[in-house]
């Protein structure tokens, strides 16, 4: 029984297609977060730029208490953002397969 299954089901060839197709998957999955990244730099970018903005006004003279609940607005959204969390995201993207496995595979069955 264990023998059928591993002639059908662990073949070297349906093992090399099953690595190939995680490797896929994962860096489909690495272009995704680092365009998600990207869009998220812009948006702190310009959220910076928002708070740049209101910090001249306030040293201006120029201050409206809406203002201040504004400022909490954008602080809230940069933080929400996260920028900095990208280097932990692909950190954890790095744990693969090894890509010879198919190839250690073969050689052991």
Known sequence: MLDGLKEQLL???L???????FHDKVEAIRREQ???AALRAREASEIELEISGLMRSIEHGFYDPAMKARLKDLQAERERLGV???DATEANMTILSHPSLHDLYRRKV
């Open 11 to 13: 073949t070297p060839d």
């Open 84 to 86: 900095n969390d990208d």
């Open 34 to 36: 680092r365009g998600d």
């Open 15 to 21: 093992v090399t297609e099953f690595v190939a197709a």
